[in-house]
Every structure is written in structure tokens, then in C-alpha cells.
């Protein structure tokens, strides 16, 4: 039979069907299962399908399911999801399935839906499939393969292992176009981000667009970090001036970039996505129970009993780690102090490098405690239990932010305000970026590189000649995309050391440039060529990563005023006028509110969209009063 | 004729057709131009009319038009405005006018709608009958009577001094019962909210609500301060005790509030509204131009000379206004100093009294001062010519409360922070509220209960007995309800009172709650009997108010701090055991930033909605997710 489902209605009618998503079984699945996942996909929601297309690979026995979708699918699931697409006045109106005539090309649905979205509305329609009774899933044993009335099939699949793994498919030829796009030499300056978002979906292009505006963004405090290096930026005017200069430098960016962010969120048409009731997450469980909201009879977890566990079980955990940092922290003293004395009584001009060696262990334990973390973190957010995945996500990313902040600055703020050594601040600072650096440009750069050429090669073997199946199963063989959550904090970290501290160090926003740049393309290549392709759900923004951004720039303040107090030229200043100590800490107290005060100003007086979008999003709403009117009348 | 319109369709027939809206015309009104506007109430809205019900009074001539709606009308309006109903289920379910069969008792639209709902829904469907094209106003001469195409005909006709004034009307019965319960003397606790939330509608409903909140809020403050005061309340530890009480406090209540104020919005079914584009404010003038969003030609005024007159007019203006205030405050130190220098010297038992009159005269300056600016705040932002009420209602909003915190707060301020002077600040905040107490009394209690008195004398001439159109008239003498803004005001000050300086002054709290168990009684008294009955939109919460009030808790913060730094028994304390001003400073440096940050942990650990409104409003979503499932298949 080999071949794809047969279209039933006529607009779907296409020649070619364009295979968007693999399901990998496990090797020993029955044809029998395989069959019914088939018809499963294959078969009209009304009859508890997925109303899409399927192609059963080579042969029946084996081991891949191409999915794809047709047209009538696609365009209900986007309106479904409150898509905004191009309306043929040009403006972009959300999707209206009956009114789909009026929008540009959307009897084309190749261009009308990106290929993101189109693997998305597949994955969408897969896990919205649900047993419509009790049932059991033939050719499976019993006893693993039950299904209560309305379980989500495809995720019990996966669960007891029949399904391996489900990925979206490269097409071959545009992702050479994006890449060459995208990370080639010829590029220097920007991203292709139409493609971006149309090839890998919102989050990753959001990513990007995050990643290339903040590259703009720090041009400025470069140039000035190098003016006042160069210049004798020891003096005091230099010196507040950078430090004022930081702190209101992230306001302005953090709103800016929320403007730039609705108008990309505009322009892709996601500025107005419907909120849907979530389902749980595959791995929630709990003792069957009515939910209050459906009042249907499901797993019900205790809201308290997760309380129980955050505050009884993560919290401590959490805390534990922050004492490991500490002790990290008090052994790095010792250490500090160990070498010093070393080099105090048998220094040279040899032994001077080593004075760098505290800091550099300190750091590489830093990191890998943040690896641990990072693992332990995902398995006690797991543990938790929360039942939809928003609730789980925002559970990890708090977890994840507080240790880091605790982990990256910790150090730097004992040694500013309670050790109140600047000139160990700047040392500490300065070997932190150079280290960075080049363990990024090792991990990042060389690996990927190294990886690149050795798959490329592998890549070569498998040339159009080879069957279909092959070329889909290397896909497959990649590892899965680790997701952008490592990037954001890495970014996190960035910020914070340039907003809280770069006063001290100027040349830390031009290190920070030069990382970027280079870490923009090695993403690029990573995210192209050495991963499997990530699902992509349709997102409006950063989402959580802006307000921790936010509270960065309102640390900020605090740090860039004690810094400036506690700074040779200021004090020496102080000495000189005969300001007491008590003055002078009174004025920083009076500027540090002010400053805030300032930047709430700021944030306010700028607004979070830029006008136009505020007129399109008028306009938007205009016409869909106007069209309620029309029906009503 | 004397007579309602005939309903057309059947389900709209009813036995009595009960009069909501007057609209009073100008005495020289001509019989054809009042034959025009009743036919505009009367018609389709396909032919450009409200769809409504009208009745022209005692004669063809009188100078009144009755107003009311069909249930058709009224179920539709309920459809497009988003209100929540119970549906039969007895969940709350945004209304659907196809689905009304399913929404319990929506055949009686009596008791489906409230009066205030009813009442508003009459006015915002004149307000929506615009000119089809360009055309004139028979019986007014074509100077004046001129319509432009699209224009709001009902907005013009008030413009044009046709309509002198449009009111909803009490009804009596509902009225008697509504003040029985809410302000008669065997009612010593809460208010019934649902009562005024149906009668009076969703603003007055919520600031009634929210000063019954407030009242609660204040029993804790006011004990603590009591016992204070009793006890030898000067010990440090009662002092820091009470201040920082203060700052947590003010967190919780706000938080909670906000809760409180969604669990009512849900309740009232309005928590759910649509926003529509908003048509421009009757006063709003400009040059034809083409509307950005509607594409339409109409006035409009570029927003570049907007902005020119709010930095060059408004700003100016109010802050020759701020100089003011610091004026007065000079005018009452110079007033203070000759004052206690004529007591010095020919001081009695009897001068001693004197020494407050620098105070009292220097409340009064500010009150006057105040009246004065909230005249000029209104005229300044009606002469920047805000396109939407929205946005006129915002910036008149932080006028006024930039200068009420200005003019309440400098002096205590500055009394506070520069002369460092807590007696005097205790003494002032003293008569400041023994002042407002009695001026409170005095106009708000005495005033309004001799003109009730002077007013029931009047109600009685007319009796059931006496002619409809009479009593109706009655109604239409009174003055204008002034809005709840001034109550608002007057609860942000005494926020302001209690939040920033009570901990010098702990009878602070037990004083504002006399004053507000008073208040809230005259206040329904006066909404009740003393103005003309509001028109009430529906409205989700007290708006911009909970942001005004939450700036005061984060500045309370701050104030408090130093208040405890300047306070004697801590001074006292810090030279006991030797600590420099210095570290003392740090100290409470420390001490505010960890309290500022627990006061935002605090407002992001408390949920915003109570979990039993969360579940409901995903029970909503969830449903309507059924619902458009359904209509799929």
C-alpha cells in the first residue's frame, strides 16, 4: 500500500504531498499497531482522528510514519490557534476559515502557512487525539497498552515506548538557502529573521532577533568602555559617567526591545494568539479525580501535596546548592589567600601568572556546580508534578534564574561591598570574560566546527539517490535540540556583568561584543546542522526571560551606586573636600532613588508598542467590530 | 399620541414598558425636530437608528422624550459589551444572544439585566446612532444644525444646547429598599454590594466595595496603634514594630484587594468585557483628515500638537502650581516662627492654643489651593483635545495625583527628612486629621443631611399621585453627580496619612476609621437621595486607582525607614551603644531594600485571583473551547 492517505476533499487535492513530521516506532512494533496509529491519523476528528495524511515508509513492517496535512487541517488549526495572516487589504487580520477567501493566498498553503507552523499544527493535531472510550492498543500487551476514556494516545505511545521519537523534517533546500543566508561569511552585519521564523518558528527567531538587537545595543557602552580605557578613565567624571550611563542604558534597551519585539510579533502574525485550556503534561500523574474545570474524571494531583513538596523538597534542595556555592566561595578565599602569600614571599616574575589561578579554579567550579544544578533543577521541577507545561516552565526558569544569579554574582558582589576591593573586583571580572570567551570559542566554536565538517562528510554519503527513508533516518540520528534556555542565561549572565558591574572594568561590553558576534553564528550553524529540528508552538515574545532582564536593571542601580561610592577617585575625592562618609553616602542614597525613579519614568514614558502597531492592532479590532456589526444587521 | 413606540417583534411584547432614560429638551425645541430625534430613537438600526423605545411625555410639545429599550436591543448590547450572565449550568458564561435559551431567566430581561445595565445600554445605543450622510436637523437653523456624514447625532444634539440634559431615572420602590438596607441605622457592618452593584452599577458598586475593604483593613492598624498609644508606645521596639507594620501592611491590603476586586468582577459578570475601538469624545476637534485606522474622513488633531500643548501648556501650568504649594509651605514656616516667638514672650495658657493656627490656616490654603487646581487640571486636559475618554480620563487622572501627593505630602516631608522634626511632624499630622475629620463632618454629614431633610419635604408634595412627567422633572433638578473622583482622592490621601507617616502619630488609624465608617454612610446617603442618578459603565476593577495606591506603599517604604532612623528612642539608642550615624544609615539602607524587595515577594506569592475565580474563568475558556469543537464537527 505504501502510499499517502487519499485526500477526501477537493480543495485539498494536491499532486504532491510534502512529508513534515516523522514518527520513529520502536523496532519491535506489531503491523497491527502501526496500523492503528495510521488510521488514528488518518481518520475525521469526529471520529476522534487527527484528519491528517499518512505514509507508512517503505512497507507496512516498518519502523517511520510520515505525517503530513492537508489543507482544510491546516487552515481550521490556524484559525483554531489565532493566527494572523495577510488580509488582501494588505493589513494582517486574525485567520477566519470562512472568510479565508479574503486572504492573501490562502488557497496556496505552501506560502500561506510557514513550514513552522504547519509542523506545529501537525503535532498540535497528533496530541489532540484522544481515546474516545477505554480501550487497548492492539498488538501491544495488555497490560501496558490500556487507554482510559479520553487519554491522549500519542503521548501514552510514547510513554510505554511504541513511538521512539516524533521530529518535524528538514526540507533540504531552503535550510541551504537559510544557512547560506544566515551564517555565511558574505553576512556581517544583521539576520535573515523572516526565514528564521518561517523555517524554525517563533521561539528560535525570537531568539535571534534578541540576540542580533542586542548586539546593536552594545555598540554604545563598547565605544565608551575603549574611550575611557584609553583615555585616563580613572577619573571621576569617567568613572559616574559609565556607571549612570549603565544603568539607564539597560532601561532604554529592555524597552526598545519590547517594541521591536510586538512588531516582530505583528509582522509574524502571532501578536494575537488564542489562550487555549491546557492539557496536562505527559508525565503528570496523580489519583484518578474530577477537575474542577472539565468535570471530567482524570488524574488529579493535590495542589496542596505539590506545595508540600516545593516547600518541603525543592526549596531545601535549592538552598543546599546556594550553600555549595558559598563554601565555593570561602575556598576560593583561602585559595586567594594561599597563592598570594606564595607569591609574596618566593614571587617572581613567573610565579606572577599564578596569582590568576584562584580565580580560574573558581570559576571552572562555578560552572560545573551550574551543570549539576541545571540537571538537578529539571528533576525536582519534574517531581513537583505540575500539571500543564506553562506551570512547569515557570517553576524550572525560577529555580534556574535564582541560582544562577546567586552562582555568576555572588563572588562579585561579596568582593565589591563587603570586601570593597575594586581592584579584585576588576581582576575577577576581567579573567571571568576572558575565560568565558575562550571556552566559548572552544565549546561553541571548535566543536561545532569539528562536527560540522564530520557530518557534512557523513552528509555527502547520503545524496538524493539514496531512498527517502535513509536520508529522514540520519534526521532522526541527530541529537535532540537542547532548547534555548541554556542560551537565554547565558545571555542572562552577560547582562548582569556588564549592568552591574562593567563600571570597574570598561572593556567588558567590547569582550562581550566580540563574544557575540562569533556566538550568533556558531548558533546558527548549531541550530542548522547538529541537531535534530525543534518544534516550534507559536510564541508572542521572550516571554519570561524580558522581566528577568528587567529586575537585572533595577539591581543594577543599587550595585553602580555603591560602586561608585566605594571608587578611589571618589573617596579620594571626599578626603580632599572633607566629605564625611556619612554625606557622601546620603547623596548615593538620594541618586539611587532618583535614578530608579528615573528609569520607572523611563519605562513608562516609552511605550511597549510602537505606534504603528498600536494602528494596526486599532484597525484589527475596528474590522472585526465592523463585521460583527455586519452580521448582526 | 402620548404613547411607546409599538414593538414589532414578538418576543419584545410586554404588558408595561418601563421608562429608563429622560432626555430633556430645551424649552424652544420645535415639535418637528423633537418628531426627528424620536424617530432616530425609534428606528432599525439598519436605517441608522437605537433601536430603541421612546415615548414623548405628557404632549408632542413637552420638552421631554422617555426612553426604553426592547429586550432584542438590550440582549444585544448584553452580547457585544461581553457581560456575563449564569448560564443554566449555573456557572458564569459570557452571553451569547444566539444561545440565550441556555442562559437562565434571559426571558425575563426584568430580571436578567440590572437597571444600571439596562440604563447604560439605552445610552450607549443613542450614542452609537450616527448621520448616514451629510444632512440637517429639521426645525434648528442650518448654521448650527449641520451634520456631517458618520457624525454622532445625539453628541450634537447636547453640543447644539437641543438636548439640555439626559438622565437615567431612579426607581423609586427599588431605591427605598436599596437605601433601607445599605444606610439605616439597624446596619452596622458591610454594604450590599450586590444591591448597588445593580442599581447604581459597576463604579460605584467597586469604590463602595473598596472603602468597605478599607474600613476592615483599617481594624488592625487601628488596634496596634491604640495600644500603642496606651502603652508607653515610645520604646524602639514599638516604634519599628508600627512602621514596619505599616509598609507590609499596605502590600497585603492592596494584594488582597485585588482579589477581592476580581472575585466581585466575576460575580458581576463584567470580568469578562470586550474592548472595542472607541469612537472620539464629544468635545474632540480637529481638521478633516483621514482616521489611520477606520480610513474614514473626520476631525482629527495630530498628535504632535498635542504633545506641544501638554509640555508647553499643561506642564507649566502645573508646575507654577507645585510652586504654589511650596509658597504656602514657606508662608506657613514664616507664620509658624512668628507665631511661637509671640507665644515665647507673652505666652498663657490661653496662647497655647494659637500655636495651631499656623497649621489650620495652612490646611485651608492647601484645600483651596486644591479646589482650584482639580477646576484647572479638568480644563487643561480638555483643551489638550484627547481623541478617546480613555486617554482624557488618564491624563487627568496623574494630574490631579501628582498634585495631590504634592500638595498633601511636601510639607510632611519636608518637615520629616529636612528639619528632621518629629514633634512638629506629630502635631501636624494631628490636626490634619482632626481638621478633615470636622471639616468632614461638617460638609459632608450636616450639609447633606439638612438638604435631605429639606428634600424629603419636597418628595412628599409629590406624591403618587401628582403626574408622572412631574416627578420625573424632580429627578432632573437635582444637581449632577460629580463622580467618585473626589472620594477617590480623599481615600489616596488618607492612604497617604496612614501608609507614610502614622508611625509618629499611632492614633492615625483609629481616627480614619471614625472618619470612614461615617463616610461611607454619607456617601450612600448622598448617591442615594442628594444628585441626579449617575449613568454607570461596566468596569472590572477601581482602574487606575490600584496602581496609585501601591506607588504610595513602595514610597511608605522609604518614609518609613527614615522615620525610624530620626526617631528619638533609636537615636537615643544609637548613642548609648555608640554607633556612628554612619553604620546606623547603612543599616536602615539595608533594612529598606530588603523591605522593598519582601513587599514585591509578597505581592508576587499572592495570587492576583482567588483560585475559585481562576478555576472558573478556565471552566469558561474551556467551554467556549467545547463550544467552537462543536460548531466544527
Known sequence: MSSWTPVTCRCCDSATVQPLVVIELAENVQPATKQWIISKIESHA???????????????????????????????????????????????????????????????????????????????????????????????????????????????????????????????????????AWYSNSRYWGQPLDSIQSYFGGPVAFYFSFLDFYILCLLPPAVIGLVLFLLPWESMNGYILLAVFNMLWSTVVLEYWKRRGSGLAHRWGTLYLT???????????????????TGRLEPYYPS????????????????????????????????????????????SVLTSPLLYLPSITHIFYVNVLGMIYRTVALMLTEW???????????????KVLVFSFFNCFAVLFHIAFFRQDLQLLRKRLASLLIVSQILNQCTEVLVPYVTDKLFAGQGKKLSEDDPLVDRLRAQ????????????????????????????????????????????????????????????????TSIGVWQGAFEVLGFVSVISNCCLILLSTPVQGYCQ??????????????????????????????????????????????????????????
Open 46 to 180: 469526529k471520529d476522534g482522528g487527527a484528519q491528517l495524511l499518512a505514509h507508512p515508509g517503505e512497507d507496512d513492517d516498518g519502523d517511520m510514519i510520515l505525517v503530513s496535512a492537508p489543507r482544510c487541517t491546516l487552515l481550521q488549526a490556524a484559525e483554531y490557534l489565532g493566527l494572523a495572516k495577510r488580509y488582501n487589504d494588505g493589513s494582517m487580520m486574525i485567520f477566519s476559515y470562512k472568510d479565508r477567501a479574503n486572504f492573501m493566498s490562502a488557497d496556496d498553503v505552501e506560502e500561506f502557512l510557514t513550514l513552522a507552523e504547519k509542523q506545529y499544527i501537525v503535532k498540535y493535531e497528533l496530541n489532540s487525539v484522544k481515546a474516545p472510550q477505554a480501550d487497548s492498543i492492539p498488538g501491544v500487551p495488555v497490560k501496558k497498552g490500556t487507554l482510559r476514556p479520553r487519554q491522549t494516545i500519542f503521548q501514552k505511545l510514547e510513554k510505554i515506548g511504541v513511538i521512539k521519537q516524533m521530529y518535524p523534517l528538514h526540507e533540504k533546500q531552503k535550510l541551504d538557502a537559510l544557512a547560506k
Open 275 to 293: 489562550t487555549h485550556f491546557s492539557e496536562p503534561r505527559p508525565s503528570y500523574w496523580g489519583t484518578l479525580g474530577h477537575n474542577p474545570v
Open 304 to 347: 496542596w501535596r505539590r506545595k508540600l513538596r516545593i516547600w518541603l523538597g525543592s526549596v531545601p534542595v535549592v538552598c543546599s546548592f546556594l550553600l555549595l556555592v558559598v563554601a565555593g566561595m570561602v575556598g576560593f578565599y583561602k585559595f586567594e589567600a594561599l597563592v598570594s602569600d606564595f607569591h609574596r614571599k618566593h614571587g
Open 384 to 398: 513537583e508534578n505540575h500539571r500543564v507545561e506553562s506551570s512547569f516552565q515557570n517553576h524550572h526558569t525560577v
Open 476 to 539: 532522526g540520528s541527530l541529537p535532540a535540540f537542547p532548547g534555548l534556555f541554556g542560551e537565554y542565561i547565558e545571555l542572562f549572565v552577560q547582562f548582569g556583568y556588564l549592568s552591574l558591574f562593567s563600571c570597574v572594568y570598561p572593556l567588558t561590553a567590547i569582550l562581550l561584543l566580540l563574544n557575540n558576534i562569533t556566538e550568533i553564528r556558531t548558533d546558527a550553524l548549531k541550530i542548522c546542522r547538529l541537531f535534530r529540528k525543534p518544534f516550534a508552538e507559536p510564541v
Open 576 to 633: 580632599e573636600s572633607g566629605i564625611s562618609m556619612g554625606k557622601a553616602l546620603l547623596v548615593t542614597i538620594f541618586l539611587e532613588h532618583c535614578l530608579i525613579a528615573l528609569k520607572m519614568i523611563i519605562a513608562f514614558v516609552i511605550p511597549d508598542e510602537p505606534s504603528w502597531v498600536r494602528t494596526e492592532k486599532a484597525k484589527m479590532e475596528y474590522n472585526s467590530l465592523q463585521a460583527l456589526t455586519h452580521q448582526t444587521l
